[in-house]
């Protein structure tokens, strides 16, 4: 045909599965998040969706209707929706940077939820001392006291405590801790009041004064508290409270 000057058809280029979108975007969050299973499950979530279609073929009004359903079926709030919302977005972000797809269906055609982030919550003083009494209660969560106290007198978050307080940062003569990074890429410097530096005392006396402060009994490092907390709130009854309040 070449030889006879046959003009050939253009070849046909193999459609990008969303399936093969979403496995990019799930080796991306697993190298560059620093915490990346949550962000993992949402993209199996939307993967999930739309796995079997080729992705150019997926419309805003099919991605729109797939998270209000979702929504409504798992109780989603809006923040949550929002969250799937991005790992669509990264989809297909990534698929672009790559060349697997000319365009992307949600980037400015699907309209994220409005959040509201306006809650006041606290403890009053009598679900205090029943959290505490509750966590006194059990030797599996006894020894978790002064995580509770430490939240509570400083306001840091779970991961800004649990992981970005160190001892280089604490300043237990000036009493004061600094946090060099927060979820919003801000330096915070936290006063320490008596209650605060109690806990610190008991942090200090299960290390060595060095790396991490909050620590269990045993002296390892801590990540996580869901499986005390959660269940010492839910035994005295106190309702719409979460760590980070």
């Known amino acids: 045909d070449a030889m006879e000057g046959t003009k050939l058809p253009p070849l046909r280029r193999r459609k990008t599965q969303f399936g093969e979108l979403a496995e990019i975007a799930i080796d991306y969050v697993k190298a560059e998040y620093s915490r990346p299973a949550d962000d993992v499950a949402r993209v199996n979530v939307v993967k999930a969706w739309f796995k079997d279609r080729s992705a150019d073929s997926i419309t805003p009004a099919e991605i729109r209707e797939k998270l209000k359903e979702a929504a409504a079926q798992k109780k989603w709030s809006a923040s949550t ?18 060349e697997k797809v000319k365009e992307s269906p949600i980037h400015m055609k699907v309209r994220k939820q409005k959040e509201n982030n306006n809650r006041v919550r606290f403890l009053s003083a009598d679900e205090e001392k029943r959290l505490h009494e509750a966590i006194r209660s059990k030797p599996e969560w006894a020894e978790h006291e002064p995580e509770l106290d430490l939240a509570l007198h400083t306001g840091l978050r779970r991961r800004s405590m649990y992981i970005h307080l160190v001892w280089e940062n604490v300043d237990l003569e000036s009493r ?4 060099p990074i927060t ?26 004064g060095r790396g991490r402060v909050v620590r ?21 009854g106190i309702t719409n409270f979460c760590w980070h309040d």
């Open 81 to 98: 929706a929002n969250h799937h919302h991005n790992a669509i977005s990264l989809c297909f972000r990534l698929g672009m940077e790559r």
């Open 176 to 179: 004061v801790a600094i946090i």
């Open 183 to 208: 979820k919003n890429d801000d330096q915070v410097v936290v006063p320490l009041n008596d209650a605060a530096m109690r806990a610190l005392a008991i942090f200090r006396a299960r290390g060595d």
């Open 216 to 236: 269990n009994a045993a002296g390892k490092t801590l990540t996580v508290n869901a499986h005390w907390f959660i269940p010492a709130v839910r035994s005295v």
